[in-house]
């Protein structure tokens, strides 16, 4: 990735800007366009068994809100500060992908420079996109060297870089689908994901600028890693498919982490404001 650009404050609503090449001629999407601010809604939606009338609300409402919100974030004032986690941002995704070294050094004088005072706010805003987005924790692994490494949430061994041209961070997208497999009684139909996906603007066949093609990631690149099983529903005819826990996830995915991910970390003030 060349440029990627997060902004968003808790007063505010998220956008990610992707430049460098051209996504359906837009480069600037909010956050909740592509579903990450549908997330909490299809959560509960999951756990009251409601998500089909979930999804409906969503198509009617969808086109207005998005137009709507996309329009506001347009005329927001850019704090200096976000100007700075933007290209801190940029700056450890590069890192992860090269496999580098991440030190508060180097963040201070490539990227924050003239704020080096605010470093500790800027990082904070950083960890809370990063952690939001990809589903990776910022941390200090050596407090003698202030160096950093991005770890994945829940404990997951995971590493898009092994299977992904670009390499960006997954995490995130796992995690929903393990949560949504777990949420449905440990199994969940071919349909039921792609409901879920759908409603976070992933479809079969269609690139996403974060995720690329969500099949191949959830139906090859989880499977052949042993994240989860995808196989045919016994008895069905015509055919139909279900997704379930493979054995690395039930090696490494602790359930009741997964449940505060996905649910009581929605009530972190970041989070709320977009969700």
């Known amino acids: 990735i060349t440029h990627l ?13 992707r430049l460098g090449r051209p996504w359906n001629n ?60 933007n290209l801190l941002v940029q700056f450890l ?23 080096k005072d605010d470093f500790l706010e800027i990082l904070r805003r950083v960890s809370e996109r990063i952690e939001l987005v990809f589903g990776v924790d910022l941390k200090e692994v050596d407090p003698t060297s202030h160096t950093y490494a991005l770890v994945n949430k829940l404990d997951l061994t995971y590493d898009a870089r092994l299977s ?7 995490t995130s997208l796992l995690i929903i ?36 093609e969500p099949r191949k990631f959830i139906t090859k690149d989880l499977v052949r890693e042993k994240y989860l099983e995808y196989r045919q529903v016994p008895n069905s005819d015509p055919p139909r498919y279900e997704f379930l826990w493979g054995p690395r ?11 505060e991910w996905s649910i009581l970390g929605f009530s972190h003030p970041f989070k709320s404001a977009v969700l």
């Not at 650009?5 to 800007?17: A, C, E, M, N």
């Not at 992904?164 to 997954?170: I, S, T, V, W, Y």
């Not at 879920?196 to 992933?202: C, F, Y």
């Open 5 to 17: 650009s997060i902004l968003g404050t808790p007063q505010s609503p998220v956008s990610v800007v």
């Open 26 to 85: 837009c480069q600037t999407s909010v956050l909740s366009d592509f579903g990450f601010g549908n997330l909490k809604a299809i959560v509960s939606s999951l756990l009251s068994g409601k998500l089909g009338e979930h999804s409906s609300s969503q198509e009617k409402e969808g086109g207005s809100a998005s137009s709507e919100s996309s329009s506001e974030a347009e005329n927001l004032p850019i704090d200096p500060l976000d100007e700075k986690v």
């Open 93 to 115: 995704l590069q890192k992860y992908q090269k496999r580098e070294p991440i030190t508060k050094a180097d963040m201070i004088n490539d990227v924050i420079r003239e704020h």
């Open 164 to 170: 992904d041209d670009e390499g960006m961070p997954k």
């Open 177 to 212: 689908i393990l949560g949504v497999i777990f949420m449905k009684g440990n199994r969940a139909t071919e349909e039921e994901i792609w409901e879920v996906l759908n409603m976070m603007d992933l479809h079969s066949g269609r690139d996403h600028f974060i995720f690329g």
């Open 249 to 259: 996830a039930h090696a490494e995915a602790s359930k009741m982490k997964l449940l």
